[in-house]
């Protein structure tokens, strides 16, 4: 078992920042990638980010690179999704989960992560 815990997330204007955490704990030797997603009010979950948990590897959504950036803290067991020039649109639960396995399958797959936490609230305002 995995457990993961988001927080980070908060009420923010327009072209601010706020940098999510979450942090994983449980069989954590076991995570193989961790992925950042959202899900708008009436939308379905969307991919944001996702990084290996060696850290060696990155992917985005090409609507978010350049603005937001994923990175992991090994020692630490967290992942944190630094987001910048944030806008009304960014507003979302944004959700974390874990993937256990490499089953080569795309990492902005939904079905392909195991574990999620329970989400952190990023409202941005105009």
């Known amino acids: 078992q995995v457990q993961l815990v988001e927080s980070g997330g908060g009420l923010v204007q327009a072209g601010g920042s706020l940098r999510l955490s979450c942090a994983a704990s449980?069989?954590?030797?076991?995570?193989?990638?961790m992925g950042w997603f959202r899900q708008a009010p009436g939308k379905e979950r969307e991919f944001v980010a996702a990084i290996t948990w060696s850290g060696s590897n990155t992917y985005y959504t090409d609507s978010k690179k350049g603005r937001f950036t994923i990175s992991r803290d090994y020692a630490k067991s967290t992942v944190y999704l630094q987001m910048n020039s944030l806008k009304p649109e960014d507003t979302a639960a944004y959700y974390c989960g874990a993937r256990l396995g490499n089953s080569g399958r795309p990492y902005n797959l939904l079905t392909t992560y195991d574990y999620w936490g329970q989400g952190t609230q990023v409202t941005v305002s105009s």
């Open positions: 449980g069989r954590t030797f076991s995570i193989h990638a």
